[in-house]
C-alpha cells in the first residue's frame, strides 16, 4: 500500500486498494510497525512494516516511544501499542 | 511480529468451530451483527462463515466509513477540487466512490489536482511543500481515523500552517448503532464490536447496548481466531442468559480507551447536530465538524460548497446492505451492473464493504447460503 521513496509518489500511484490486503488508511484497521528511529522533538518516529516499508509515524497517542517498540499504526498515527 | 501467525493456527480454529456448535441451542437461529467493516473483511478472506453452524449468521454493519459516505458529500468534496489553485487530497478508496456526476478520480481525469494520500500528515506535508496553494485533506472515517486528523490540525495550528483545510466528514459509531437497534427492520442476538475504533474510545461506550437493548456485545480484534472467540463468547453470553460488554481483544483495546486520543478529539472537533449517512437518513449527533478554534482550517468555512442532498441511485440497495437487511447478493444490482471496477454503490467500492468483500472472497458461496 505505501509507496517506498524510490517508487512513484503515492498521489501518482493507481488509485486503488488491494482488495486482499485491506485498505489501512480508511478502514477500521491498524497495522502493527516497528519504530526504527525517534524524533521526539516532533513528535514523529521512523516506523516499519513486517514488509519492510517504512513511513513516518505521529506519536502522540502513544509516548513515550524507544526504538525497537512495536506500535498500531492507522492512518499515519500511533493508536495503540501492538502486543 | 508476534501474535499473528498463534490467532490464525487452524486446529485451533477448528476446535473453536467445534466450541461454537456445542454453545449452540438447536432449532434457534442466531443473528449476530458485525459492526465493523475491518471484520466483515477477515470473515470473508478467511472462510470464517463456512466453520459456522447454518444457524449462526453473520450480518454485515455500517461500520465502513467510506461505504456510509452520502453522495452528495462526494459532490461537495469534488466541487471543492475543482476550484482553481486546489490540491485535493484524500484516501485511495475515496476517489472512486461515485458522486452523482463521477467520481473525484473522474474529477482528477477532468484536471482537477486530486492526490491520494495514505494519511492526513502526508496531505499536510503537501500544504508546507505548496504554499501558494490551498490544500484541502477530505477527512473521512470513524474515532480509529479521527484522531490522524486531529493531530494533524494541532500540528498545523501550531507549525502556523494557512494554506491547508479540512473538509471533515468523520462520523462517530455509537448513534448509527443506536438508530439500528431502534429500527423495526432487525432482529440482532448480538453485535461483535469494532476492534480499533474500541482502541481510541474504548469498551465503555458500548455499555448502552446491554443496558438499552439486552444484547451482548463482544469486541474483537481482526484475525480468524479473534472473530470466532468472538462468536462464541457472544453465544456464551446468550446462553448463560447473560448480555454484557466483554472485550476479547483486550491485548490491544483498554476498557477506558485512549484518553489522549480522546482529549485530542474533544479539542479539535464538536458534534455537528446531525450528518446524513448512506442508506440510513439523517442520524442525530453522528458526524463531527471542526470546532470554533480551528475554524481557519474548514474547508467548509472557506470555501461555498453546495451542499446539495442527492438520492441513492434507485437500483442501488447499499443502505439495505449496511443494516443488515439483505445481503450484498441479494442485491439487484451486485456483480452484474456493479462491481469493484464499476461501482454503483459505495458498498463496492472499499475493500472494507460488504460488497466488495463478498465479490473478492464470497461470491461462490452464494448458493449454500441460499438454502
Known sequence: MSAGPAGPAPWDAAPHCEAHAGCITCGDTAVPMRVRRVDADRVLALCEDPEGRRSSVEIALVEPVAVGDALLVHAGTAIGRAP | ?371
Not at chain 2, 281 to 297: E, R
Not at chain 2, 328 to 342: H, S
Open chain 2, 1 to 371: 511480529m508476534r501474535y499473528v501467525e498463534e490467532f490464525r493456527d487452524a486446529e485451533l480454529g477448528r476446535a473453536l468451530a467445534g466450541e461454537i456448535l456445542a454453545a449452540v441451542e438447536p432449532g434457534r437461529h442466531y443473528k449476530l451483527m458485525e459492526v465493523c467493516g475491518g471484520h466483515t473483511h477477515s470473515i470473508y478472506k478467511y472462510g470464517i462463515d463456512d466453520l459456522l453452524p447454518a444457524n449462526v449468521e453473520l450480518v454485515h454493519g455500517p461500520g465502513c466509513p467510506v461505504c456510509v459516505i452520502p453522495m452528495g458529500r462526494v459532490d461537495d468534496g469534488i466541487a471543492i477540487a475543482h476550484r482553481p489553485g486546489v490540491i485535493f487530497t484524500c484516501f485511495g478508496d475515496m476517489m472512486r466512490i461515485p458522486g452523482s456526476d463521477g467520481s473525484l478520480q473522474d474529477a482528477k481525469a477532468a484536471g482537477a489536482d486530486v492526490r491520494m494520500v495514505y494519511s492526513p500528515l502526508d496531505a499536510l506535508r503537501i500544504a508546507k511543500a505548496n504554499p501558494d496553494r490551498d490544500v484541502v485533506f477530505f477527512a473521512i472515517g470513524f474515532e480509529t481515523t479521527a484522531p490522524s486528523t486531529a493531530l494533524t490540525l494541532r500540528r498545523a495550528k501550531a507549525e502556523g500552517v494557512r494554506n491547508f483545510f479540512c473538509m471533515c466528514n468523520h462520523v462517530t459509531i455509537v448513534p448509527p448503532l443506536r438508530a439500528l437497534l431502534d429500527s423495526p427492520d432487525l432482529r440482532l442476538d448480538g453485535f461483535i464490536g469494532p476492534g480499533h475504533v474500541s482502541t481510541v474510545v474504548g469498551a465503555r461506550p458500548f455499555e448502552f447496548i446491554p443496558a438499552d437493548y439486552g444484547k451482548p456485545i463482544v469486541v474483537a480484534g481482526f484475525e480468524p481466531l479473534d472473530v470466532l472467540h468472538a462468536v462464541h463468547m457472544i453465544l456464551r453470553q446468550l446462553a448463560e442468559g447473560r448480555c454484557e460488554v466483554e472485550n476479547q481483544y483486550s491485548r490491544v483495546v483498554p476498557y477506558d480507551g485512549n484518553l489522549r486520543a480522546l482529549e485530542v478529539l474533544a479539542e479539535v472537533f464538536e458534534l455537528r447536530p446531525h450528518f446524513e449517512w448512506r442508506g440510513m437518513g439523517f442520524i442525530s449527533q453522528s458526524g463531527l465538524k471542526l470546532s470554533a478554534a480551528y475554524a481557519a482550517f474548514d474547508a467548509e468555512l472557506r470555501y461555498e460548497v453546495p451542499g446539495v442532498r442527492v438520492a441513492d441511485p434507485k437500483a442501488c440497495q447499499c443502505g439495505e446492505v449496511l443494516k443488515g437487511v439483505i445481503k450484498p447478493w441479494e442485491c439487484k444490482v451486485f456483480g452484474t451492473a456493479c462491481t469493484p471496477e464499476r461501482p454503483i454503490g459505495t458498498c463496492m467500492v472499499s475493500s472494507e464493504g460488504a460488497c466488495a468483500a463478498y465479490y473478492n472472497f464470497g461470491r461462490f458461496a452464494r448458493e449454500r447460503e441460499v438454502v
